[in-house]
T-cell receptor, first 114, second 112 residues
Framework: DSGVTQTPKHLITATGQRVTLRCSPR?????VYWYQQSLDQGLQFLIQ???????AKGNILERFSAQQFPDLHSELNLSSLELGDSALYFCASSVPTGEDTEAFFGQGTRLTVV | GDSVTQMEGPVTLSEEAFLTINCTYTATGYPSLFWYVQYPGEGLQLLLKATKADDKGSNKGFEATYRKETTSFHLEKGSVQVSDSAVYFC???????????FGKGTRLHILP
């Protein structure tokens, strides 16, 4: 158990809909990362938050947004969903140590858009 | 920007064979390097890491050496087991920028 909790584990929704994925980081971790894993694109970095502030942005679509709340949990919002958004969405958390940043991953949310 | 390139899979080996999964990186700074492993149905977990040139990370019989001159961090294991079947990701984290960049992953199948 990594200590990172993601809900829900599975989500099936229709095209055009909006969903919210939730992530609770490990106790004490300030950074939260979101990744999308699809068969053809591998693991794509979406966005990172650190202590409530956006720290880095990757290949995140404008239809997607995220935030990190004062209690450090994070939500990834996906809207106007398309079939191609079907993927595994992972959240990871970390505490930068100065020398390296080791990330701990949740088990992911599998999103299926039909 | 920073990037990681690793060999495409799937890689299929027999049990007790020698494993190498190649990984090269591009970074503007002086990154730390990682190998993560994803077992079926699970999230990624850290396998090993190295934070400076010539460091060797090792865990569970796997090894990788940080080669700054060739910008590489190849994963090796002398004798693989069926239980090593998983997807392996090479990753980097640039100091001063906590973002972690992953390669696309290499699926490994070990046949008994």
């Amino acid at each position: 158990d990594s200590g990172v909790t993601q809900t829900p584990k599975h989500l099936i929704t229709a095209t055009g809909q909006r969903v919210t994925l939730r992530c609770s980081p490990r106790s004490g971790d300030l950074s939260v990362y979101w990744y999308q894993q699809s068969l053809d694109q591998g693991l794509q970095f979406l966005i990172q938050y650190y202590n409530g502030e956006e720290r880095a942005k990757g290949n995140i679509l404008e239809r997607f947004s995220a935030q990190q709340f004062p209690d450090l949990h994070s939500e990834l919002n996906l809207s106007s969903l398309e079939l191609g958004d079907s993927a595994l969405y992972f959240c990871a958390s970390s505490v930068p140590t100065g020398e390296d940043t080791e990330a701990f991953f949740g088990q992911g949310t599998r999103l299926t858009v039909v | 920007g920073d990037s990681v390139t690793q060999m495409e899979g799937p890689v299929t080996l027999s049990e007790e064979a020698f494993l190498t999964i190649n990984c090269t990186y591009t970074a503007t700074g002086y990154p730390s390097l990682f190998w993560y492993v994803q077992y079926p149905g699970e999230g990624l977990q850290l396998l090993l890491k190295a934070t400076k040139a010539d460091d060797k990370g090792s865990n569970k019989g796997f090894e990788a050496t940080y080669r700054k001159e060739t910008t590489s961090f190849h994963l090796e294991k002398g004798s693989v087991q069926v239980s090593d079947s998983a997807v392996y990701f090479c990753a980097l984290s640039d100091r001063g920028d906590d973002k972690i960049i992953f390669g696309k992953g290499t699926r490994l199948h070990i046949l008994p």
